[in-house]
Nanobody, 124 residues
Framework: QVQLVESGGGLVQAGGSLRLSCAVSGRTFTYVQAGWIRQAPGKEREFVAA????????YYADSVKGRFTISRDSAKKTVYLQMNSLKPEDTAVYYCASDYRGSSSYTDLDYRYWGQGTQVTVSS
């Protein structure tokens, strides 16, 4: 059974940083293509970042480019999202997802497996 478990969320002041982690179990991690998606209160889920199976390519929403970095550690079977220069508008539940099934833009929300989400709150 595939499981994705996120951690690292919390409350931070604007301008601060957080690192989210997503531990993947129940499948071979080597070929996992993963991403981070967020959902703010009253809004639809939106793409944040994605990384290909070998880590060679990463993709970001325009709203987080230059501030967020997605990465992966195959030995730890973990995907990370480093978030710097956080803004109040980054407040959302952040979901990790794996096994991308969308288009080659890697910005779709079509993933086979999802985590339970972790809350990130940025105060002004």
């Amino acid at each position: 059974q595939v499981q994705l478990v996120e951690s690292g969320g919390g409350l931070v002041q604007a301008g601060g940083s957080l690192r989210l982690s997503c531990a993947v179990s129940g499948r071979t991690f080597t070929y996992v293509q993963a991403g981070w998606i967020r959902q703010a209160p009253g809004k639809e889920r939106e793409f944040v970042a994605a990384i290909t199976w070998n880590g060679a390519n990463t993709y970001y929403a325009d709203s987080v480019k230059g501030r967020f970095t997605i990465s992966r550690d195959s030995a730890k079977k973990t995907v990370y999202l480093q978030m710097n220069s956080l803004k109040p508008e980054d407040t959302a539940v952040y979901y990790c997802a794996s096994d991308y099934r969308g288009s080659s833009s890697y910005t779709d929300l079509d993933y086979r497996y999802w985590g339970q989400g972790t809350q990130v709150t940025v105060s002004s």
